[in-house]
């Protein structure tokens, strides 16, 4: 019964679905880390801008506006963490961890003045990014099911892996991310300012965060909930991290988690114990987290002799 | 004329912790000159420099760049304003190729949005030929030899138009070959105008390369001098403040038990590349057993396995009959090893934390220091107090940061902890590097006292000052090998031992070098 | 006291000013009556006995979890999964106490004691994937909790849940187990004395033991340590275990002490708390107590001003997050502290001259 569910277009349609959040933060996390800070605030950064979404669309009628708005604000966290990891020199963790903390606080005290409403945002009339059909694609068998019919955040999730990977690998910016990241003195020596280069990825890291939570309460739910980041900010720095933190490989690790995600979602109607199936995220990034770091120390060990 | 292009007057510069580099330097630059910049490790030469260069701010001083007053915050602004800088660990990045780090900050660009590789290989290319550099600028860094890497440096440097260019002991990492070559390049680069600055303490480039030299000690300046009226032994009482051969008070040796056995040992480096190469050698008691070699030879790797830091290696290395491998590091301790690790913010102590901290690290579990759960720190305490007096450890009371101590008190601690656990061998490795000529006199005396007391010393060392003054028997590595082996070291000169170390020299038999088979 | 010493108090104490002050701004900002709601946030938890009390109950469940992560923090492993072992610590605690038939006391002693030996596995789980595959323990670690919060939920729901109660709770916890007050008109209990007790023992275990030397030298020089002959893995191992251990004995103890029966079913954020303790402590846990206070009275003061202001308690995590950035901020106040210390060396050289 599972398996074929496993194997169903629903299902490979709920998971780039599941998908979409972690991915967006997976790159973002990619970004920060090739520049060589480690953004665990992708949590907090997208808690916050799952609020924003949902205040923003209300607030300017209009989901894409909305989005932009949210983008900005998500931009202007990253930006924040980086003022106090590179100007305050603040220790890069612990900065995520008072910025995660704050967003806890934060957006409900924002949803409270805002609306009134305590844990559900459910008197703000926001507006949603919308799903839509693909013309032709839809009426490919099987695939056209897999891939048609996904909010548009979902789509714009894919092109981003091909946007960033050319962003990191073909532009000026991007080569100097890497070289900052592989070797800041070296970067310094010719004149970049390791800083500023941080900051710019810090900043997008952010703004790609804030499009994975805009999707959390604007695509993948329709309403805001306290705490709805639920983890996936930490998630996608593990998938970040596995996938090498290039734009393809975070991609195909948060396919994984996201097909977790989603098995886990429809467990969860069955006769299955429901607590049991939600540990399924989580368990399968701490178990493929061990896999991968344990190959890449054999293979580190096999390479240095012995 | 004046064609001064720079004036660096009364530079100081205070370290976050406290340290003085640069006292009160005055540093002058004619146009089209190469400019020695001498001194000792820790003179202030680099700390100078990195003023110039906009990455130190210093505390009081003012530089005038052609003939304005200049305020370089960052290597940024000291790049626009036409000044390069090769230092001496590379500034690459590895996994981009030649023509990417050339370009690297200044890159080209198509439809003003993407990298144009086709013009970044074209434009790196030309800038190589213009001053002959043979070098393929489409290979990765990565897989570059050390000179290769050191002309992609320079050319770095002289695609962003630098006109004064600063070199931080640039022969350090060459072989004699490319030290050659990076001359010839150097005096093409005169011809054509640009300013050289030559950080560097080996006398002999001085005299072959430069026109002027600046010699530094202790922060301060100790003048300016055409390098073609100054002796080579001048400028070396200049530069260390007495005259170098120092003389030390030393009985000839008295051997007893062979401590250390090493038989075919091998080592392979992280990149597969062997560092150690079928070495065999033993040392007794109650003699300093020498190592010479120019840093980078394999020293700090067979330091790594000796002190059972590093178990990756083949062959057999005995202390007291018993195989390393088999032992735990402290087992080894306990056996009555002392190491002197090279680098000693990295290995030697926790900068963090406090003097007493950092001076028991090594016997805190001996019954003397310790129950079976608490610390007698009464008893610590006064056995601190004791090496810090013992040792001439200058600083306020033992509850001072080691970070905040100078380099030479640092080794000092390192030194006095080691010391204190009545050791039966010691491996020290580049035991004096970097700190003033009194810690170093102090330090070399207390290894000579050991040695009379029945330890097994093995001194690995670049200083060769050093190595000839302590060393009963010398050994000079290169590349992993030794090349020569000298059982009667007072009759060693120092012009001899420079060609076993550079390997223009090399023995096949090593008589003496093992005791027994 | 030396400057560095001095300047640090004055880095905390001023982060703690401006932290305030922000919260203050926002509370003007929202609020219809700030004035009223920030002398509620000040002077609340001193109005009554029992809001006193209240404070202290608060501050029981912050001091273990502050000196938990001191110790696994000072072996400079950021573990992150205290937040999972003081859940378990309760889960734990509630399981024991109700299966086991013990004379009072021993009950109550057995009981943390199983919460605390849970905790420990708990935090040791990231450390010894660590050490197995090199698996970075803060995503393992963070993962952990996750696990913890729904595997939790899986044994009250199926195993503990008690179908007469409306909610959904445990059963009761018998009362031999259970810790009374000690000081009537509060409930201010027995854990009070642990948890000072736990401060004390902590630091004397990282300040004055062997074991506790090693951890520290290994959390600041890893390479040093492995040079002096220290068993690093194993050193490293030790302190999550301890710091695991100590945050499930924490999760018992607030159980016995606070809970009729378990209700637990989100996660209640203590491991953050802690990072914020361990800051204002500095990793010592004798100053634990201290900042555990300081957050207690604050979240007391919050949860007071709440209830009798339109000011929500969260404002709160805003304070506690800006005094994390700026305590931890390097260079606040580093021109400053550059002042200080170039001053200090040119008088050494003015003196040195003089000799």
């Given at each position: ?53 949902v205040?923003f ?5 209009s989901?894409w506006l ?27 963790i ?5 910025i995660?903390?704050i ?15 305590r ?7 926001s507006?949603?990014?919308?799903r ?9 068998p099987?695939?056209?099911?897999v ?26 910016l ?13 970067a ?19 703004i ?18 306290t705490?709805?980041s ?36 429809i ?30 120390m ?9 | 004329m ?5 004036q ?12 003085v580099?640069?006292?009160d ?57 036409g ?33 144009d ?8 290319k ?6 002959n ?8 860094v990565?897989?570059l ?31 004699p070959?490319?030290?050659e ?53 001048e ?15 030393k ?13 075919n040992l ?21 003699e ?5 070699g120019?840093?980078g ?13 590093s178990?990756?290696y083949k ?7 018993q ?13 009555g ?15 963090n ?6 001076m028991?690290?090594n016997?805190y ?18 056995k ?8 001439l450890?200058k ?17 000092k601690?390192v ?27 102090f330090i ?28 009963d ?7 992993g ?12 000169t ?9 390997g ?14 | 006291?030396n ?17 305030l ?17 920030i ?10 006995q ?49 299966n086991t ?22 935090t040791?789980?990231?450390a ?13 670690s ?34 031999v187990?259970?810790?009374?007050p ?28 062997k ?7 290994t959390?600041?020089?890893r390479?040093f ?25 924490g ?28 800051t204002?402590?500095?990793?010592n ?19 007071i ?17 800006i ?7 390097e ?10 210390i ?14």
């Amino acid at each position: 019964m599972i398996i074929n569910a496993i194997f169903s277009p629903e299902f490979l349609n709920a998971t780039l679905r599941a998908t979409t959040p972690i991915l967006f933060a997976a790159l973002a996390s990619a970004i920060a880390s090739k520049s060589g800070v480690v953004n665990m605030a992708l949590e907090g950064i997208m808690l916050f801008t799952a609020l924003f979404g949902v205040i923003f669309s209300a607030a300017f009628h209009s989901a894409w506006l909305g989005l932009i708005a949210t983008m900005a604000a998500g931009g202007l966290i990253g930006f924040l963490l980086a003022f106090f990891v590179l100007r305050l020199k603040t220790d890069e963790i612990l900065a995520a961890i008072a910025i995660n903390l704050i967003a806890n606080g934060a957006t409900i005290l924002i949803l409270l003045a805002v609306s009134g409403d305590r844990g559900i945002s459910s008197s703000i009339h926001s507006i949603i990014i919308p799903r839509i059909t693909l013309p032709v694609i839809k009426d490919i068998p099987f695939l056209g099911k897999v891939l048609s019919n996904q909010n548009v955040l979902t789509y714009i999730s894919l092109i981003m892996v091909a946007v960033v990977h050319i962003f990191l690998y073909k532009t000026p910016l991007g080569l100097q991310i890497r070289a900052v990241g592989e070797n800041k003195d070296a970067a310094e020596s010719v004149g970049i300012s390791s800083t500023k280069i941080r900051y710019i990825s810090l900043t997008i890291s952010g703004i790609l965060a804030s499009m994975g939570g805009y999707f959390l309460s604007g695509g993948y739910m329709t309403k805001f909930t306290t705490g709805m980041s639920a983890g996936r900010g930490f998630i996608a720095l593990a998938a970040g991290a596995m996938g090498g933190n290039t734009p393809v490989g975070s991609f195909l690790v948060s396919l994984l988690f996201g097909a977790a995600q989603a098995l886990s979602n429809i467990l969860q109607l069955g006769t299955w114990s429901y607590e049991l199936v939600q540990m399924l995220p989580y368990a399968t990034t701490l178990i493929g987290l061990g896999i991968y770091s344990y190959t890449k120390m054999k293979k580190r060990q096999r390479l240095t002799g012995k | 004329m004046d064609n001064k292009v720079l004036q660096m007057s009364h530079i100081m510069k205070i370290y976050p912790n406290g340290v003085v580099a640069v006292e009160d330097v005055t540093f002058e630059l004619e146009k089209g000159e190469i400019h020695a910049l001498l001194g000792e490790n820790g003179a202030g030469k680099s700390t100078l420099m990195k003023v110039l260069f906009g990455i130190e701010t210093p505390e009081q001083g003012e530089i005038i760049l052609n003939g304005n007053k200049a305020d370089i915050k960052s290597p940024q602004e000291a790049i626009k304003m036409g000044i390069g800088m090769v230092h001496q660990h590379f500034m690459l990045v590895p996994s981009l190729t030649v023509a990417e780090n050339i370009v690297l900050g200044v890159e080209p660009t198509k439809s003003s949005l993407f990298i144009d590789e086709e013009k970044a290989l074209k434009l790196s290319k030309e800038i190589a030929e213009m001053y002959n550099f043979d070098i393929d600028v489409a290979e990765r860094v990565e897989e570059l030899p050390v000179g290769l890497k050191q002309k992609v440096e320079i050319l770095k440097a002289l695609y962003r138009g630098a006109d004064i260019l600063i070199l931080d002991e640039p022969t350090a990492v060459l072989t004699p070959q490319e030290t050659e070559e990076l001359f010839v390049q150097l005096k093409k680069l005169k011809e054509k105008g640009h300013t050289i600055i030559f950080i560097s303490h080996k006398l002999d480039e001085i005299k072959e390369i430069c026109d002027r030299a600046t010699i530094m000690r202790n922060g301060r300046s100790k003048g300016t001098y055409f390098v073609k009226d100054i002796s080579t032994a001048e400028m070396s009482r200049l530069m260390v403040g007495r005259d170098v051969v120092l003389t030390f008070d030393k009985k000839p040796a008295e051997l007893k038990e062979t401590v250390l056995k090493v038989r075919n040992l091998c080592v392979t480096g992280s990149t597969g590349i062997k560092r150690v190469d079928d070495l065999s050698f033993d040392v007794k008691a109650g003699e300093i057993f020498g190592i010479a070699g120019v840093e980078g030879n394999g020293q700090g790797h067979l330091a790594e396995v000796l002190t059972g830091l590093s178990n990756k290696y083949k062959g057999k290395i005995t202390i007291f009959d018993q195989d390393v491998k088999k032992h735990s590091i402290r087992e080894l301790r306990d056996l009555g090893m002392a190491h002197i690790p090279e680098d000693r913010m990295a290995f030697g102590c926790a900068k963090n934390m406090n003097i007493m901290d950092n001076m028991f690290t090594n016997q805190y579990h001996k019954p003397e220091y310790s129950g079976k759960v608490l610390l007698k720190n009464k008893k610590i305490e006064s056995k601190v107090n004791g090496l810090i007096k013992e040792y001439l450890v200058k600083c306020k009371s033992y509850k001072q940061s080691v970070g905040m101590l100078s380099g030479g008190n640092i080794q000092k601690v390192v030194v006095a902890r080691e010391f204190s656990t009545d050791p039966k061998i010691i491996i020290a490795n580049q035991p004096t590097r970097g700190i003033d000529v009194g810690a170093a006199s102090f330090i070399r005396q207390r290894i000579i006292e050991f040695r009379d007391a029945g330890c097994a010393i093995i001194l690995i060392s670049a200083d060769l000052n050093e190595v000839l003054e302590l060393s009963d028997r010398l050994a000079v590595i290169y590349k992993g090998k030794f090349s020569g082996v000298f059982n009667d070291v007072k009759n060693v000169t120092e012009v001899e031992l420079g060609k076993y170390m550079l390997g223009i020299k090399k023995d096949d038999r090593l008589e003496g070098i093992i005791y027994e088979q | 006291m030396n400057s560095n010493t001095k300047l640090n108090i004055l880095r905390i104490v001023l982060s703690i000013l401006i932290a305030l002050l922000i919260s203050f701004g926002i509370i003007f900002i929202t609020s219809e009556e700030p004035v009223r709601a920030i002398i509620q946030l000040l002077t609340g938890p001193l109005q009554s006995q029992r809001r006193f009390g209240n404070v202290i109950e608060a501050m029981i469940p912050l001091i273990f979890t502050g000196v938990g992560v001191s110790i696994m923090f000072a072996a400079n492993e950021i573990n992150l999964a205290g937040e999972g072992a003081f859940h378990i610590g309760g889960l734990i605690a509630t399981y024991f106490a109700l299966n086991t038939v013990l004379p009072p006391v021993i009950s109550s002693m057995a009981t943390i004691l199983a919460a605390g030996l849970f905790g420990m596995l708990i935090t040791g789980v990231p450390a010894l994937l660590k050490i197995k595959t090199e698996s970075d323990v803060l995503v393992s670690s963070l993962m952990m909790n996750y696990l913890i919060l729904y595997f939790s939920n899986y044994v009250l729901n199926n195993i503990l849940r008690d179908p007469k109660a409306g909610a959904v709770v445990s059963y009761a916890v018998p009362d031999v187990t259970k810790f009374s007050p000690i000081i009537s008109g509060t409930r201010i209990h027995v854990g009070l004395f642990i948890a000072l007790a736990v401060a004390v023992l902590g630091y004397v275990f990282l300040y004055k033991t062997k074991i506790g030397y090693e951890i520290r030298i290994t959390g600041e020089n890893r390479e040093f340590a492995r040079y002096s002959g220290i068993n690093i893995v194993k050193i490293t191992l030790v302190s999550q275990l301890v710091g695991g251990f100590i945050f499930g004995v924490g999760g018992g103890v607030e159980l016995l002490g606070m809970y009729n029966r378990f209700t637990w079913t989100s996660l209640l954020g203590y491991g953050w708390d802690a990072i914020i303790i361990t800051t204002l402590a500095k990793k010592n846990p004798i100053y634990v107590p201290f900042a555990a206070f300081f957050l207690a009275y604050l979240r007391t003061g919050a949860s007071i001003m709440s209830r009798s202001t339109d000011v929500a308690t969260e404002i709160v995590t805003i304070t506690q997050g800006i005094i994390i950035l700026l305590v931890v901020a390097e260079q606040f106040l580093s021109k400053y502290k550059h002042k200080i210390i170039s001053r200090e060396a040119r008088a050494t050289l003015i003196e040195k001259e003089g000799e």
